[in-house]
């Protein structure tokens, strides 16, 4: 690969553009006083069509991505992002509709965002479902909101308190501060569910609720969770399900019989829409019938066939607007789209094939001389590997496989999550992946565990073979470089 | 299965492996009464081609006419390059950079969008983005909250004449750490009443947009010193696309702006009924650590060669939890990988000949509108590409009217602001053309006769 990190604007010059792309100017506006118009024209890049076009085609390049490589990034859900969903939500249609179009000319739109509402509520159990959050943790800020709308409405003021398991994902505990809530933290038992008697004495009169996942980021499923929803409830208090892990359990186990009063679903994870480096995602959220009142607006309402908005009219109690208009509305058509190919026996076998695939893995990785963090208990969709003894026996950690893994073409797993677990891998092959792919996975890490018992420094040193050899994050924080200037 | 590449053969093999004897074994750790199978509610599968037939049904239906509506959302040509690389599977399919030497290529782009949006507005540095602009709002007023120890009050200043969604939203966000927001009323010349702020007692932050919800100049330079004097931040709510052309939020009065969102959809993003789009976020030096979100930063690798990374990661959740400056932890990345793209093409040459086609456009189509007798012009003072006209009747029955014509009229007003029932904010961007002008003017004429 390339080892030119040239930026875009190094390969410009003056008066060099994309002419194509301009258009006749209307002139300098004569009603538009000169003291409010720019002086200086921004510094952006000047280069032709062409300059642009391979530029980023050569930066495409240095990404790993699902469509290039195994990908088997723990609680992220990396399955295939079929195109036909890309391509049923690039319709001109969908692609052209601006967002306040009138309700009669958006039929086909709000029919679309109808049956996901209902289609999500089916899969969740739960009575009532709000798509607007634009990601898992914009769902996970607007439940938790939800959460404190309902004590606030009963008066019940007290409740200055969020419950989570020391396991959970950095953003349950964010989000309670962002809702204005402290945030105590349960352990788990040796076994990896939550340790219920330490759940007991940490819930009171204070406690407005509990945020979990359920598989676990431990990779397993709480078994205990009727007895963990009945002390939450008990107390007065919620449980808010973080649906970071609901591909473990498609179709076979719904949230609602869990006990949970309120969920957000991670579309870009379960329901298969691209990460896109990092967004765009989008995060509905599910509420029992105790939260109805409080969903985020706008939502969609129909009858006798005719869709339209439902906004704070609707839901007067309503914890009002969390986006300028329906949230990330491309990606709901995305997920819809893969619904409907999924249909219903396809929803069950997402869960079945993705806990076989993980299963599977598993077991050739522990019979290759790979330590499980729980070895007696079943893996769900994923699992945690340490590396603690070859931390302690060799001076290679998690890290170094993980950068290692990328020279044998292959993303690492996420590492050191959950953070309780020492030198860890958190390990998510999806059902979308092949028998053939699972193998060639434990090929590459027992190839890397014997390099790092002949030649340790392989990996001391790995990446080899990227665009770019390890990186220094120190520097990077400590001489702050984040824009660029003309040097 | 559609997605599912197991043959029975590979079942057996794999359940062999784990000494399972069916698939369902492997949930015998999940309590019997919490199994379920039946999903009534989803629709059996359908082939790829029987969903796109629906999907294109539905779309088809929503092929409305000529848009002339904008409210924080704008009909721009995109260039065909920007979403031929934008949905090259290596942009698409990655995930957040975290394994930054397997992700040069999403890290250097958004390092490049980062210096782009920060020349574009004027400011020192920009983060990866947020959600959308009305998003980015409620994070800025987080932001200000946070950053200025000058002021104790916990009130937020917001000028009446910024998107009301975007006032809802970052309202609806902020309230939970105690942050007041208190409404500056708009005059009756469509800008922020400068006379209301005299009553106003110690804020933290003061909000306003450029250019104003209904399309107007407000006087920036006047209300970020007026600002900076009392030790209040100026968050600048801006479209991006305005900025090419307008004076930047950084060279806004005495000092410049503080901090500066708004919503990047005018930079090659489709309307796509508002989103997904993005938010930017862009502030001095002095504030990026309490910048919420992801920032990239240029470093060296192991032999000195130059390479890009997330930093600052300490504020971010995955590390910080509970003690981070925001729950948020993805940004829009393809969306950024878009608009890096379109500025890119564009350039500022590029971008500053829409902006002023988008002007003379829109002059035209108020021209040709007040043509019409009983249609007039609300307010006077100069205007971006929005423009918010008076009309003989009720603007809703109005726009509804000219749906027939296969016009889409714009944004009738009465909802946001009440006394404005007759009221319609119209837009015409670059691709409004002399015909569909008149095509308008001419509905319009039919419709207020009829």
Redesign the interface.
């Known amino acids: 690969m390339k ?1 030119n ?1 040239a ?3 190094e390969l410009g010059k003056t008066g060099r ?2 002419m ?10 004569a ?3 000169e ?5 200086v ?7 032709s ?1 062409l300059q ?2 391979r ?3 050569n ?10 490589q195994f ?1 088997p ?1 723990g609680s ?1 859900t ?5 195109r ?1 969903a ?4 690039s ?12 309700e ?6 709000l ?2 965002l109808y049956d996901l509402q ?2 999500l ?3 969740t ?1 739960m009575q009532g479902v709000s798509l607007t959050p ?5 769902g ?2 607007i439940g938790v ?1 939800m959460i ?1 709308a309902y004590h606030e409405a009963r008066g019940d003021l007290e409740r200055n308190e969020i419950l989570v398991p020391n396991a959970a ?3 349950n ?8 809530y402290k ?1 105590a933290e349960v352990g788990l038992d040796a076994s990896g569910d939550v340790d219920t008697e330490a759940l007991k004495a940490a819930v009171g009169p204070q406690t407005a609720g509990l945020m979990m996942t359920n598989p676990s980021t431990c990779g ?2 709480e ?1 205990r ?2 007895e963990i929803s009945g002390v939450v409830h008990d107390a007065g208090g919620l449980l808010y399900y973080d649906g970071a892990n609901l591909n473990a ?1 498609l ?4 949230p609602s ?2 006990g949970f009063d309120v969920l957000h679903m991670n579309l870009h994870k379960t329901f ?1 829409t ?8 989008a995060g509905p959220v599910g509420v029992g019938e105790r939260l109805l009142p409080y969903l985020p607006v706008p939502m969609v309402g129909e009858r006798d066939g005719v869709y339209r908005w439902m906004t704070e009219k609707d839901l007067p109690q309503s ?13 709901l ?1 995305r997920a ?2 893969y ?12 869960g ?2 993705a ?3 993980a ?2 893995l598993a ?2 990785l522990e019979k290759a001389g790979f330590e499980l963090a729980y070895p007696d ?2 893996a769900t969709h994923e699992f945690v590997l340490t590396f603690s003894k070859q931390a302690k026996s060799m001076g290679v950690t998690a890290m170094d496989f ?2 290692r893994l ?1 020279d044998y073409g292959i ?2 797993p996420t590492t050191y ?1 959950p953070m309780l677990i020492a030198e860890c891998f958190l390990i998510e092959p999806t ?5 053939e792919e699972l193998d060639a996975f434990v090929s590459a890490l027992a190839a890397i565990q014997r390099e790092a018992q002949s030649d340790p420094e392989r990996l001391l ?1 790995a ?1 080899h073979d ?8 120190v ?3 400590r ?6 200037r003309a040097r | 299965m559609p997605f599912i590449p197991h043959t029975p053969d590979d079942v057996q093999v794999m359940l062999a492996e784990i000494g399972a004897e069916s698939i369902e074994d492997l949930f015998d750790e999940i309590p019997g009464e919490l199994r379920v199978n039946e999903l009534d509610g989803v629709p059996e599968g359908v082939s790829e081609m029987e969903m796109l037939g629906l999907m294109s049904a539905r779309a088809a239906a929503d092929v409305a006419g000529v848009c002339f509506i904008g409210a924080g959302c704008y009909d721009h040509h995109i260039p065909a390059a920007v979403w031929d690389l934008t949905a090259r599977g290596e942009f698409m399919t990655a995930y957040t950079p975290y394994q930054a030497e397997a992700s040069q290529g999403t890290l250097q782009l958004i390092y490049e969008y980062q210096s782009m949006m920060a020349a574009l507005t004027g400011m020192d540095v920009s983060n990866a983005s947020v959600y959308d602009g009305a998003s980015g709002l409620g994070e800025a007023a987080l932001m200000a909250m946070r950053a200025n120890k000058k002021i104790k009050s916990r009130t937020i200043l917001i000028a009446e004449t910024v998107h009301p969604f975007y006032r809802e939203t970052a309202q609806n966000i902020a309230r939970h750490q105690g942050v007041e927001f208190k409404t500056i009323p708009v005059a009756a010349n469509g800008l922020v009443d400068m006379s209301a702020l005299d009553e106003v007692g110690e804020v933290t932050a003061v909000v306003v947009q450029q250019p104003n919800f209904f399309g107007l100049l407000e006087d920036v330079d006047a209300m970020t010193d007026w600002a900076g004097e009392r030790g209040a931040f100026l968050i600048a709510v801006v479209n991006p696309l305005s900025l090419a052309l307008l004076k930047p939020p950084g060279s806004w009065g005495s000092e410049g702006a503080d901090i500066v969102c708004g919503d990047g959809q005018p930079l090659g993003i489709p309307m796509a009924s508002g989103g997904p789009s993005f938010g930017f976020l862009c502030c001095r030096d002095k504030l990026v650590r309490q910048m919420p979100g992801r920032i990239i930063g240029r470093t060296e690798d192991l032999e000195g060669q130059p390479g890009f990374t997330l930093t600052l990661q300490a504020r971010e959740q995955h590390i910080r939890r509970g003690k981070a400056t925001s729950n948020i932890c993805t940004n829009q990345g393809l969306l950024v990988t878009a608009a890096t793209i379109h500025m890119s093409l564009m350039g500022a040459c590029g971008l500053k000949q829409v902006a002023e086609r988008c002007v003379a456009q829109t002059h035209k189509l108020v021209t040709a509108l007040v043509s019409i007798p009983g249609v007039e012009e609300r307010f006077c003072g100069p205007f971006f590409h929005e423009r918010v006209l008076n009309l003989p009747r009720n603007s809703e029955t109005v726009v509804s009217m000219l749906l027939e014509h296969g016009i889409l009229g714009g944004l009738p007003l009465g909802e946001h602001y009440p006394g404005m029932e007759d009221a319609l904010l119209v837009c015409a961007t670059e691709k409004r053309t002399a015909g569909e002008i008149e095509h308008y003017r001419s509905a319009l004429q039919m419709c207020l006769e009829s």
């Open positions: 080892k990190a930026t875009i604007f553009g994309a194509a792309q301009r258009v006749p100017s209307g002139g300098t506006p009603n538009i006083p003291s409010q118009l720019r002086k024209q921004p510094a952006l890049p000047e280069v069509e642009v076009v530029h980023y085609t930066l495409s390049a240095k990404n790993f991505s699902i469509d290039n990908y990034l992220c990396m399955k295939y992002n079929p036909g890309h391509g049923a939500a319709l001109p249609g969908f692609l052209g509709r601006h967002p306040l179009a009138p009669a000319v958006s039929q086909g739109f029919a679309c209902e289609i509520k089916d899969v159990g634009m990601a898992g943790a914009q996970e800020f909101a404190r994902h950095g953003t505990p964010a989000t309670a501060v962002m809702c204005g945030v397993v499923f078994r969770i009727r359990i179709g076979k186990v719904k019989d869990m298969a691209p990460h896109g480096g990092g967004g765009p995602g914890i009002g607007r969390l986006s300028c208009f329906m949230g990330n509305a491309g990606i058509l819809l789209a619904a409907l190919m999924l249909g219903r026996e396809g929803m069950h076998r997402v079945e094939y806990t076989l695939n299963n599977y077991s050739r208990r079943r993980a950068k990328l993303h690492a999550f059902e979308t992946e092949t028998l040193s990446p990227l665009p770019v050899r390890r990186l220094d994050d520097k990077a924080a001489e702050l470089d984040l824009v660029w």
